[in-house]
């Protein structure tokens, strides 16, 4: 699989690799795609871009914006946060994305959390400690 696709945008071709792409947003026929650095205007509607976009690294979230799932900071079910970003879901994608990331369930922020927690580190079989349980 190809790590990139070429856009048009001001007469020219240029390359976009799918690691530099923060978001995309949509309006009628045209898509502003967003990188660190730059913006491009294409001629491209969003579903189109949909189907250049590998499913495994970018989810729609609303009708007007698809995100880079590694990009993102953190979210709910009302907005999604990128560096230096919020945008909103709509109704019709909220469910979508929890099923997109992977999700630890019953996670504890330990930094706000009332009675004293202790981080340990969880050995593995490849006696890793790279990974940590939270007990109370």
Excluded: W
Excluded at 9 to 33: H, M, P, Q, W
Aim: proline content about 4%; charged content about 30%.
């Amino acid at each position: 699989m190809k790590k990139y696709f070429f856009i048009k945008t001001d007469g020219k071709y240029v390359k976009l690799c799918f690691s530099d792409i923060l978001y995309a947003e949509g309006s009628r026929n045209y898509t502003k795609i967003f990188t660190e650095t730059k913006q491009y205007l294409v001629l491209m509607t969003m579903k189109r871009l949909e189907q250049f976009l590998p499913a495994s690294l970018f989810k729609r979230i609303h009708r007007s914006f698809i995100v880079s799932l590694e990009k993102i900071v953190e979210f709910d079910k009302e907005t999604v946060k990128l560096k230096g970003k919020e945008l909103p879901i709509g109704d019709h994608y909220k469910n979508e994305l929890e099923k997109a990331v992977p999700i630890v369930n019953d996670s504890i922020d330990i930094t706000k959390a009332k009675k004293p927690y202790y981080v340990m580190p969880l050995l593995t079989k490849e006696n890793q400690q790279d990974k940590f349980i939270v007990a109370g």
